[in-house]
Every structure is written in structure tokens, then in C-alpha cells.
């Protein structure tokens, strides 16, 4: 009871639930900017010219995505991994889609990354018996929304027949590894990783899906501790790689 009337009813503060009329705006925004996709193409990422549907790419910037010599990504090994493939050599028009993919929360390029890659590398990814995207730490995954490895993953799985499973977890924030050079990105201290459902991959192919991988380093321990968590094999699948 308060001195005045009944008990005041406990809310969270605004933040996290926000006014009538704030969500009503929030809804109004979505509609409008579906709405607007709708009646207007998109705008290319890379050019703002008029996009074509797949990965936000106008034709002309479409043809510039760079795709590794033939054989050159199957070749490519990770420490720690029993196989690795990529689809791209991570530069520009490429990078607007991994940061459209990654901070502005256009999962449909997901989507069309998963479709390339079921359709060129289908006869290694088939190999998995079951989809693991590369986690994020829970920190950094509340404050983007959602983790953009698995908005690659979860589709693939789908094309794959594979089951997904999020059974492994960061352990550790870290430092960011985004501008960060070669030798700083290897001996990183702050990548670790535990695997929560051991059962889920235990003896069995595991295909670990990342979005861009440069030096290996954060892969490769996310691989070893799916291994010693029971895993029998792990395949790492990447959108892109970087040129070092």
C-alpha cells in the first residue's frame, strides 16, 4: 500500500518495454519501410544504384564479387579444422554486404549467401552431419540483436537437410578482432569457447559457419573446443576470406 492509495503497479523502466505510442511508431517505421521496399528496388550497398534481389548488388557490382582461383579455397586448411571453404575474396562490393549482413540487420543477404553456397560447395558441405554457426558472446549479441553467423547458418541448414545446432558458446568478450593486424589477431587472448550440448555433436562432421575469416585464429579454437567437446570432424564454411 502506498500512503496515498493501493500499491503502485512495478514496471520496467521504459528502455526495455517503451510507451503506447513509442511502439506505435516502431510499428509504423516497419510498415512504412516494408511498404517502401515493396513500390522501390532497393538501393545497390555498394553504389546506391538500383540493386538487383541478390545480395543487394546492382549487375555491374554483382560481377566484381571475386571468387577464388578453382580448387584454391578446397585447398585452403585452418589449424584445427579437418576442411575449409569459402565462396569469396573478402573485398569491396563484398564488404558492404558482410556489414549490411553484420550492423544493419538485412538478413536476407543471409539468405542468398546460403543459396550460393549450397548450390557451388553442396558436395563438401553435405559431408556435415550437423550446422554450428560461429557464436558471439552473449554481451554482443544483445547489443546487435541477433548473431549474424547464424542468419547464415539456420538458412544453409535448411538447404543442407542438416540440423542446426547453437551448442557452442563464447566464453570470453574480448577485444574486437576488426582492425586489428595479423600478429595481434593470432595471439588474442581473448577468444575462448566451451561447447553447452556436448550430446549434439559428439562423433559426428560438424560444419562451423563464420562470415568472414582472415588469419584462422578465431576459427581454429572454436574448431579444437568442438573437438574436445566429443566432435568427430569439423568443416569450417566461410562467406569470404581475406588476402594476407
Known amino acids: 500500500m502506498t500512503a496515498n492509495g493501493p500499491p503502485a503497479r512495478r514496471r520496467l523502466p521504459n528502455c526495455f518495454y517503451g510507451s503506447a505510442a513509442q511502439n506505435v511508431c516502431r510499428l509504423a517505421r516497419r510498415f512504412l519501410t516494408f511498404a517502401i521496399g515493396l513500390l522501390?528496388?532497393?538501393?545497390?550497398?555498394?553504389?546506391?544504384?538500383?540493386?538487383?534481389?541478390?545480395?543487394?548488388?546492382?549487375?555491374?557490382?554483382?560481377?566484381?564479387?571475386?571468387?577464388?582461383?578453382?580448387?584454391?579455397?578446397?585447398?585452403?586448411?585452418?589449424?584445427?579444422?579437418?576442411?575449409?571453404?569459402?565462396?569469396?575474396?573478402?573485398?569491396?562490393?563484398?564488404?558492404?554486404?558482410?556489414?549490411?549482413?553484420?550492423?544493419?540487420?538485412?538478413?536476407?543477404?543471409?539468405?542468398h549467401i546460403a543459396d550460393e553456397a549450397s548450390t557451388r560447395l553442396g558436395i563438401e558441405l553435405r559431408r556435415a552431419d550437423v550446422v554450428v554457426p560461429m557464436p558471439m558472446h552473449w554481451r554482443r549479441r544483445l547489443a546487435r540483436g541477433r548473431n549474424h553467423a547464424e542468419s547464415i547458418a539456420r538458412p544453409l541448414a535448411r538447404r543442407l537437410g542438416r540440423p542446426l545446432s547453437t551448442a557452442l558458446r563464447r566464453r570470453t568478450l574480448g577485444r574486437p578482432q576488426?582492425?586489428?593486424?595479423?600478429?595481434?589477431?593470432?595471439?588474442?587472448?581473448?577468444?575462448?569457447?566451451?561447447?553447452?550440448?556436448?550430446?549434439?555433436?559428439?562423433?559426428?562432421?560438424?560444419?562451423?559457419?563464420?562470415?568472414?575469416?582472415?588469419?584462422?585464429?578465431?576459427?581454429?579454437?572454436?574448431?579444437?573446443?568442438?573437438?574436445?567437446?566429443?566432435?568427430?570432424?569439423?568443416?569450417?564454411?566461410?562467406?569470404?576470406?581475406?588476402?594476407?
Open 40 to 111: 522501390l528496388p532497393r538501393p545497390c550497398l555498394a553504389c546506391s544504384a538500383p540493386a538487383e534481389r541478390e545480395f543487394g548488388l546492382c549487375k555491374p557490382c554483382r560481377r566484381l564479387l571475386e571468387s577464388p582461383p578453382r580448387g584454391a579455397a578446397r585447398e585452403d586448411r585452418l589449424e584445427g579444422s579437418d576442411g575449409f571453404c569459402w565462396l569469396w575474396v573478402y573485398r569491396r562490393p563484398l564488404d558492404q554486404v558482410i556489414l549490411g549482413l553484420k550492423y544493419r540487420r538485412l538478413d536476407y543477404l543471409g539468405r
Open 178 to 244: 576488426v582492425g586489428r593486424g595479423r600478429r595481434q589477431r593470432l595471439v588474442n587472448p581473448g577468444i575462448a569457447f566451451t561447447c553447452a550440448r556436448p550430446a549434439a555433436i559428439r562423433d559426428r562432421v560438424v560444419l562451423l559457419v563464420d562470415d568472414v575469416v582472415t588469419t584462422g585464429a578465431t576459427a581454429g579454437r572454436a574448431a579444437h573446443a568442438l573437438k574436445a567437446a566429443g566432435a568427430g570432424k569439423v568443416i569450417v564454411f566461410a562467406a569470404a576470406r581475406t588476402q594476407t
